[in-house]
DNA sequence: TTGAAAGCGCTAACAG
DNA sequence: CTGTTAGCGCTTTCAA
C-alpha cells in the first residue's frame, strides 16, 4: 500500500500537502492536480488507521442490538446504516444477545477502536453506560429507556397496547388476553399497561390479571404462553402479543389447535414482515423501526458534529393496520 | 485514557514490559503482578487503533451480505459472529444491498481498516475481489461462487431443488412450477436445474419451460411470479419457492387467492422462520444456514493463522422437512 | 499557501 | 527477562 510519503515524492510536494488535499484544506489548484495524479497512480487509499490513531476518532458508529434475527431490529439497522453511509460513517453492528457481559465487551470495543457513538437497544435497564459516557462520545439510546441522560427513541408503546386492544374490541372480542415481554423491560410494561387501561375501559367486566402472561420477546416465548393460556378454564377469544415475535409464536400455536385467526382474534404490536398469513386476519400495530434508526442515526451524528443541547427523547407514533375481517 | 507510559511509570518498568503483559510474552511474575495491578489502577485499555498501526492488522472481520433483512443471511451471521467472538475477533457486518458499488466500498474500508479477512456473499458473479485479494487478505465466499481461487461454502443447491419437487412428487402434484431467483446468480440456476431434473423424472410429460420463473430474492419477487403463474391457462398444481422469501410471497398470494398450502402444493428452499402456517402444509428444504456461517467463519481465521493450503469449496447439504399433509 | 517536524499509543528488534 | 529505540501513516502546529 502506498502511503503519503509515496504519493510526495511523485507530485513533488510534502506528505503535509497531501494529507491537505485529502481533507480539504486550502491547497493551490495546480498541486491539488500533482497530487490527485500521483495519487491515482499509485493506488492510493489513506490509512484510516494512522488518521484514526493521529485524530482520535473514527468514522465508525457502533450498533448494539438485542437480537440480530429480530426483523425489527435488523430493520432499525436499515435505517441507521442508510443515514450513517449517507454521511460517510460505516455502521459496526454488534449483537448483544440480550446479555449485558456480551454488551459490555461490545461497549469496550467501541472505545478502544474510537468510535464516534454508539447507538444501543439496552438489553435491560441495568445495562451500564458510564465507561463509554465517561470517554465523552456520544451515545443514544433506541427502543428502551434508560437511566442516564442521553438521547433515546422510543415507541409509544403504552398507545400501541391500547390500540391493539381497541382494534380487537372494536372487532367484537372481549376476553383478550395479552402477552408480553419480559417483566424487566420498559417497553413490555409499558405496552401492556396499555392493554389494560383499554380492557378496563372496553370490557370492564373481564378480569385482566389471569390473562396476562410474560414471556420472551422471542417465538418460543410467545408459543409457551399461548399455550398456556388456551389451557385456561375459561379461555381467551382473543390475544394481544407485546412484539412481533411473540406474534408470530402465539398464531403458530392457534393454528396448530385449529383456531386459526380471526376465529380466535390476534392483535400483534410490530409488524409481521414474513407473514404467510391473509393480510385481513390479524390486526397489526405497526412500530416504526426503520424511522427509529434513522432518526437515532440523525441524533447521533448531531452530537457527533457537536451540538451540546440538553437531551432529547423522541416518541414515534404507532400505526394501526386494522384486520378487515371481523368476528364471525 | 492512560496509555501504557502511563502504566509503566506507575509499575516501575518499562512502556515494553507492560506492552508484554497484555500480549502474554514472557514477564517475571512479579512484575506482571506489578503491571496488572497498575493498570487495574488507572482502568487502563489498550488502545487498538495504535496497536493496529504499529502491526497492520486487527482482530475485526468484515461480514459483506446482500441483504440484512433476509433471515436467511442473518441466520449465517450468527454462526460467523458466534465462531468469530469465540476467538476474540469482531464482526463488521456490512449490507451491500446487492449493489457491486456497496460491495466495493465495504472492500476498500477493509483493507483500509486493517481487518484480518472478509467473508463475502458476492451480490453477483461480477463482484470484484482484486483489490483487497492483492493485500493478501484472505476472503471466503458464501453461498455463492466466485470467479477467484479462494475458500468458499455453498449449499447443495441442485440437490435441494430436486429434493423440494421429489417432496412434491411424492405427495401426489404433477404440474409442479418453479419460481427462482435472478438468472445472472448460480444458486438460482444450480436450484432450477435440479428441478427441472426432478420434475423430468417424475413427470416427464409436464413442459417444463413455462412452468418456470425469474424474480428476485425478495417477497415481491415472490408475489409477482405467483400471480402470473395463476394467470396461467393451465395453473400448476404445486411450486417450489427459491428461497425462503420467494416463498413467503408465493404462499401470501396463494392464500389471497383461496389456494391455501395443501390445496396447492408448495415446497420452500430454505426455512420459513417466522411462519405462522401448519408446519404440516409445506415442504421446507432446510438449508443451513448458520452452519455455512460456521464454516466460513472457521476457514477464514485457519488462513489467518497462516494457513496456506490449496482453496477449498465446502458443500452443505440440505435437509428435508416433509409435509406431513398429502393432497387431497 | 507550503514544508518541517513532532507526535498519536503501541510493538518489535536489538542489546544487555 | 527487561529496557531502549525506532517507527507504523497520518495530521497539525509552527514558521517561512
Redesign the pocket.
Known sequence: ????????RLA?????????V??G????A???AAVRRAAEQLR????????N????SSEVIGLVIPDIENPYFTEMARGVEDVASGAGYSVVLCNSDSQPEKEATYLQIAVSEHMSGVIIAPASERTRLDGILDTGRPVVAVDRHTVYDIDGVVMANREAGASATEGLLEAGYRRIAYIGGPEGIDTAAERAAGWRAALAAGAPDIASDELLRFANFRVDGGRAAMEELLALPERPDAVVAGNNLIGVGAIQVLTEHGLTPPEVGVAVIGSLPFTTLSPTAVTVVRLPAREMGVSAARMLLERIGGDSRPSRTVVLPSEVLPASAVRS
Open positions: 500500500m502506498a502511503t503519503i510519503y509515496d504519493v510526495a513533488q510536494v510534502s506528505p503535509a500537502t497531501v494529507s491537505r485529502f481533507n484544506t486550502s491547497v493551490s495546480e498541486k491539488v492510493f487509499t489513506p490509512n484510516r488507521t494512522a488518521r490513531l493521529r485524530t482520535q
